[in-house]
């Protein structure tokens, strides 16, 4: 039993966000920073993406990884948010 649920907890982990995802539209989630409306996200800026984000739980060479904003749902390195905060 104990099998089945560290199974399932890792599957769920390795799920990935889709930006139709209810947090992700709340959050105006895109995989690729460079499809950011900017008219709707003014303070975006092409350079913030999730993997220097301090809300990035991977390695900055990871393609995805988790996230504290989305739970155990994996994002892209690439992608962004309006929750972006710069490392440091």
């Known amino acids: 039993m104990a099998c089945?649920?560290?199974?399932?907890?890792a599957a769920q982990a390795q799920?990935?966000?889709e930006e139709?995802?209810?947090?992700?539209v709340a959050l105006g989630y895109k995989h690729d920073?460079?499809?950011v409306d900017g008219k709707k996200?003014?303070?975006?800026?092409?350079a913030q993406?999730?993997?220097?984000?301090?809300f990035w739980q991977g390695n900055a060479a990871d393609a995805w990884?988790?996230?504290?904003?989305?739970g155990r749902k994996q994002i892209a390195a690439n992608g962004w948010c309006m929750a972006y905060k710069k490392i440091g």
């Open 20 to 24: 139709a995802d209810e947090n992700a």
């Open 33 to 35: 920073t460079t499809k």
């Open 49 to 54: 993406k999730c993997n220097n984000c301090q």
């Open 65 to 70: 990884a988790g996230c504290a904003m989305f």
């Open 15 to 17: 799920t990935k966000v």
């Open 41 to 46: 996200y003014p303070n975006h800026q092409a």
């Open 4 to 9: 089945t649920a560290l199974a399932a907890s």
